[in-house]
């Protein structure tokens, strides 16, 4: 165990408090997690939290879950990412109000095979973004203030060629949401060309 407050390891624990906190949803189904909280007994500090790397100190939702909601955040309005998260307005303002203080990390494309991609007016329908995520957890992968596909290069450009291999199906968010048909990827060397139509 390491102590949260001065990152030394410790092997004794001074008490145990079940934590509940949220998770992205499994398969579609909203994700709680009970967590024994410890507070290890720290030579330096005396009882400290145990430093997890997926759970800030006093989050409410797992740190996976935090950053999708950061970055779904940028694109849409705080109502908006609430609904798709099925998550409180409050939460979703903390969290964002939280990340504007330091920046998120890159995201791990690793492991990406699937993906899901949609297209949400912003600013009454003024200007479009595309929002990107892996359709079972739900994760927020890229955000983009573009609709056009040239817009949504970038994004691939972060996948890298490899990345692009890997992608065995693409669909949209509302086909993977209503489990619905999703489309297979043409064979081609840089990313989906095909892309599902709304119904
Ligand atoms: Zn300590």
Not at 65 to 85: D, I, N, T, W, Y
Not at 96 to 118: E, F, H, T, W, Y
Not at 137 to 151: A, F, K, N, Q
Not at 162 to 185: D, M, Q, Y
Request: charged residues 30%; positive net charge.
């Amino acid at each position: 165990m390491i102590c949260d407050g001065c990152g030394q390891a410790s092997e004794r624990v001074h008490d145990i408090e079940m934590r509940v906190v949220r998770d992205l949803p499994i398969l579609d189904a909203a994700t709680w997690i009970s967590v024994p909280r410890r507070r290890v007994l720290c030579g330096q500090c005396g009882p400290r939290l145990e430093r997890l790397d997926w759970l800030e100190r006093h989050a409410r939702v797992t740190r996976r879950l935090a950053e999708s909601v950061v970055r779904l955040c940028r694109a849409l309005p705080v109502k908006q990412v609430a609904a798709f998260f099925g998550l409180d307005w409050h939460t979703v303002k903390e969290i964002d109000k939280r990340a504007l203080q330091r920046s998120l990390d890159p995201v791990d494309l690793s492991g990406i095979s699937v993906l899901a991609m949609d297209e949400f007016a912003i600013q009454r329908g003024h200007r479009y973004a595309t929002v990107v995520i892996e359709p079972h957890t739900r994760r927020v992968l890229w955000v983009g203030r573009e609709r056009s596909r040239e817009g949504i290069r970038p994004f691939f450009d972060l996948l890298g060629e490899e990345g692009c291999r890997r992608i065995k199906a693409v669909g949209t968010i509302r086909n993977f949401v209503l489990g619905g048909v999703i489309v297979r990827k043409k064979e081609t060397h840089h990313g989906p060309t095909q892309r599902a139509s709304y119904p």
